[in-house]
């Protein structure tokens, strides 16, 4: 690991889903939910993992298990999350991953981490769609912070297009495909994985 800071996992879970019209973080994949499997996958690299979620979810079955940080801002969709966590713990590194990524694995979280840069706020990967910034599946270091909050100031939530317009060290996925992620019930199609019951 190659950031100064100490680095804590975020796994983001505090979305709505309303394209899959079910819960995300409750899509089930060989007997474990696609939350439970992201904080597994953290839990690999990092000493403590929490899963970002907001205050109407927090007492759920699927979140309730793992220790949370609960949103302090509304309307601002991932960022939100990503926020939450920099204000709860401002002195911290955070390896922030969507809960939504089924093919996310070791050997993307470790690559990533072993190139984070120690200068540079943020290490994301690029798309091998079209090249732009993963925000996602990144290292946030606290510098990250008052960039994200001027954007915000500035109307901007979208966390590619902050990334984009800031300083950010982008990396080749070692492994294409391991950042799809699944938003429909057509995308599950061929995944294995399955609504909730």
Not at 37 to 50: C, P, S
Not at 116 to 121: F, M, N, V
């Amino acid at each position: 690991m190659t950031v100064p800071e100490p680095l804590s996992g975020l796994v983001l879970a505090g979305g709505q889903s309303r394209r899959m019209g079910s819960d995300k973080a409750a899509l089930v994949s060989g007997g474990a939910t696609q939350l439970e499997r992201a904080v597994g996958l953290l839990g690999h690299h990092v000493d403590e993992v929490f899963v970002s979620t907001n205050a109407s979810q927090a007492g759920d079955t699927v979140r309730k298990p793992f220790p949370q940080i609960i949103d302090r801002y509304e309307d601002l969709g991932p960022v939100a999350g990503i926020l939450s966590a920099m204000a709860a713990h401002p002195d911290r590194a955070w390896l922030v991953l969507a809960c939504d990524l089924p093919n996310i694995d070791d050997e993307t979280i470790e690559f990533l981490l072993r190139l984070a840069s120690a200068e540079l706020p943020v290490t994301a990967f690029r798309s091998v769609v079209d090249g732009l910034p993963e925000p996602l599946c990144a290292v946030y270091r606290p510098a990250a912070r008052i960039t994200i909050e001027r954007f915000v100031a500035d109307g901007i939530k979208c966390p590619r297009k902050m990334l984009i317009n800031s300083p950010t060290l982008l990396l080749e996925q070692p492994r294409p495909g391991a950042l799809h992620n699944i938003n429909t019930p057509d995308d599950l199609a061929g995944t294995g994985i399955e609504l909730a019951s």
